[in-house]
């Protein structure tokens, strides 16, 4: 069974900056494609970043140059964000493919976190 747990949540303000993690189980992060997806107050859920097994990388256009995707060998995905703005306020979520691959369209993804909450205020 893939379980994925996201950490690092918080409340930040503007201009500040988070880590989110993702510990992953029952999933090969290594052949796999992964991503973090958020969902904003009255919005709907759009995927941000996602990376593959190759380690390519792909950004939404609104955290590029701000937000930084990676993984490393102990199964764990990262989102360093910088420059946090209001507008990145959301429940931001892990996610997983089933071996098909992903773009940068929520739907690309079978396996999702529970989520974690990051607020940006002053």
């Known amino acids: 069974e893939v379980q994925l747990m996201e950490s690092g949540g918080g409340s930040v303000q503007p201009g500040g900056s988070l880590t989110l993690s993702c510990a992953a189980s029952?999933?090969?992060?290594?052949?796999?494609?992964m991503g973090w997806l958020r969902q904003g107050p009255g919005k709907e859920r759009e995927a941000v970043a996602r990376?593959?097994?190759?380690?390519?990388t792909t950004y939404a256009e609104s955290v590029k140059g701000r937000f930084t995707i990676s993984k490393d060998s102990a199964k764990k995905l990262y989102l360093d964000m910088n420059r946090l703005k209001p507008e990145d306020t959301a429940m931001y979520y892990c996610?997983?493919?089933?071996?098909?691959?992903?773009?940068?369209?929520?739907?690309?993804?079978?396996?999702w976190g529970q989520g974690t909450q990051v607020t940006v205020s002053s």
């Open positions: 029952g999933y090969s992060h290594s052949s796999g494609c």
């Open positions: 996610a997983a493919d089933a071996g098909w691959g992903c773009a940068l369209a929520p739907t690309d993804f079978d396996y």
């Open positions: 990376i593959d097994s190759d380690g390519g």
